[in-house]
């Protein structure tokens, strides 16, 4: 089983609609988690860290369920600029690297 | 300030050819890690540097990688006799540190792409 599961879509959303993707990680006592942001041919950019409460930036909410072991992240009022792959990232425990999902492919489509 | 800075951008190699990737990381950074990202895949990790200490190369997938950071700054990670499957980008991302049990934030660079024909 991979370290971090994603449905790589894509996801194609109409402007200015919500749209919400989970992803699901193996290790139980990971620590860290982040959504990371890779737009086409450049590098990937950390878009939010994921806290056990939830938390929210602009447009951007990303939510923690422990127990059932996945990562949310919700975009609202998409603009076109959102169009990007969304990367779900997890620090495995005692560890240093990160371990990345494969992305999920969003297309917002005026 | 100046990021994660990799060269070259893009490399083609004839396979069997040996290959050498640079990285150099933010200053004052002390971690360092580079990934391969396949296409249509997420980054996967290859190996870990603290300073100059290379601390974790599990990922590295055979003997024919090597990466070194000698100084604790600028690292190079060499291909040796590549094969068409090393075909990928290798990104190198640096942080501050790691701060007891919370993860510094990993900042990337702009990737080389390897094309091994």
């Known amino acids: 089983r991979k370290e971090v599961e994603q449905d790589p879509g894509p996801f194609n959303v109409p402007e200015g609609a919500t749209v919400a993707f989970n992803c699901t990680y193996s290790?139980?006592?990971?620590?860290?988690f982040f959504w990371y942001r890779q737009d086409c041919r450049k590098e990937p950019k950390l878009l939010m860290s994921?806290?056990?409460s939830g938390n929210e930036d602009g447009r951007f909410t990303a939510q923690l369920n422990r127990a059932s072991q996945y990562i949310s992240l919700l975009i609202r009022d998409s603009k076109l600029s959102d169009s990007a792959t969304y990367l779900c990232?997890?620090?495995?425990?005692?560890?240093?690297?990160?371990?990345f999902g494969k992305g999920n492919q969003v297309v917002v489509i005026p | 300030g100046a990021g994660v800075s990799q060269s070259p951008r893009y490399k083609v190699a004839k396979r069997g050819q040996d290959v050498a990737l640079r990285c150099d990381p933010i200053?004052?950074?002390?971690?360092l890690f580079w990934y391969q990202q396949a296409l249509g895949q997420g980054p996967e990790f290859l190996t870990y540097f603290q300073n100059e200490a290379q601390l974790d190369k599990s990922g590295l997938p055979s003997d024919r990688f090597f990466a070194e950071r000698p100084e604790g700054s600028v690292s190079t990670l060499k291909i040796q006799r590549t094969q068409q499957e090393d075909s990928a980008v290798y990104l190198c991302a640096s942080s501050l540190d790691r701060v007891d049990e919370q993860q510094e934030t990993q900042y990337f660079g702009p990737g080389t792409r390897l094309l091994v024909l």
């Open positions: 290790n139980s006592a990971s620590q860290s």
């Open positions: 994921v806290y056990s």
């Open positions: 200053s004052g950074h002390v971690s």
């Open positions: 990232v997890v620090n495995p425990p005692v560890d240093n690297r990160l371990a």
